[in-house]
């Protein structure tokens, strides 16, 4: 696997070398675009709007449009703003319970460059014993991007964090009034969480809409029918429904422990 940048971890006058590989990977098929008649592949074309001319790579530059005006901004532009930096920055360090799951993004495995190995063991285990996250800024892809990161089994993951500006407030999503259920109807669905809970393996879970997608591709491959779907159009419960349905639930639980 490539790595997908290569630079520094500075936290202040220790200047760590680094590689980051992308901790997620795309598991959905490929899809192709074909010409219809005949199945053969086709190609996209970048033209100039002006004078339908066809561009290559070296004919487009990088530009920002203000005020109806297209400014050009070069490969130095972007070095004197500091978007080519190399470097991941650590601002601070934090409790991760303080950190919103809202900001999580994109994590990246961290891997340490030829003469770092010493210093990258001391960091990973120092996170481990202090149980703290780093708080990070870096540029990738020529964007500046906020971070954390942390151990976990035996690396360093840099997880990438929104902004706060692009997580939409609280404030600008409107609820209807709710109204004030019963306390009992509120212990009711407490106990029927505390019934169902267990401790969470992610490999428990599996794209379902996924496999069943590729087992569709895999029957055409064949030239073999279709499985057909049995589809049940969910309903919502009348409200007069909602608790005695919560129980029902909950007695069904609490009959499984006893069979168990």
């Keep these: 696997m490539r790595a997908s ?4 971890v500075r936290m202040g006058d220790l200047i760590l070398p680094v590689r980051l ?13 074909l010409h219809a008649k005949d199945h053969s592949p086709i190609t996209y074309v970048v033209r100039c709007q002006k004078d339908g001319e066809e561009l290559k790579s070296e004919d487009i530059i990088r530009a920002v449009e203000i005020g109806g005006r297209y400014i050009e ?5 972007l070095q004197k703003s500091g978007l080519a930096e190399k470097n991941i920055t650590v ?20 891997v340490p460059g030829k003469g770092g ?8 285990q120092a996170f481990v014993k202090s149980h703290k996250v780093a708080v990070v800024t870096y540029v990738l892809y020529e964007k500046e991007h906020l971070g954390i990161i942390h151990a976990h089994e035996g690396i360093l993951i840099l997880q990438q964090l ?3 500006e692009q997580v939409v407030p609280r404030g600008e999503i409107q609820t209807p009034t709710l109204p004030q259920p019963a306390p009992a109807h509120i ?3 407490a106990k029927l969480m505390e019934r169902y809970d267990s401790s969470f393996y992610i490999e428990d879970y599996r794209n379902e809409q996924l496999d069943m997608l590729n087992e569709l591709i895999d029957r055409k491959a064949k030239s073999l029918p279709p499985k057909k779907q049995q589809q049940i159009a969910p ?4 409200e007069e429904d909602v608790v005695p349905t919560l129980r029902s639930l909950l007695a069904d639980k609490q009959a499984e422990l006893h069979e168990v």
Excluded: C
């Excluded at 940048?5 to 520094?8: E, L």
């Design 162 to 164: 929104r902004f706060a």
């Design 117 to 124: 190995e010493l210093a990258y063991t001391i960091l990973r």
């Design 21 to 33: 590989y992308s901790a997620i990977r795309a598991v959905t098929p490929h899809f192709v675009r």
């Design 5 to 8: 940048w290569n630079g520094y």
């Design 235 to 238: 309903k919502t419960t009348p």
């Design 73 to 77: 901004v070069s490969e130095t532009d």
């Design 91 to 110: 601002r601070q360090f934090s409790e991760p319970e303080t950190i919103n799951p809202m900001y999580y993004d994109k994590p990246y495995y961290i």
């Design 187 to 189: 212990d009711t669905a």
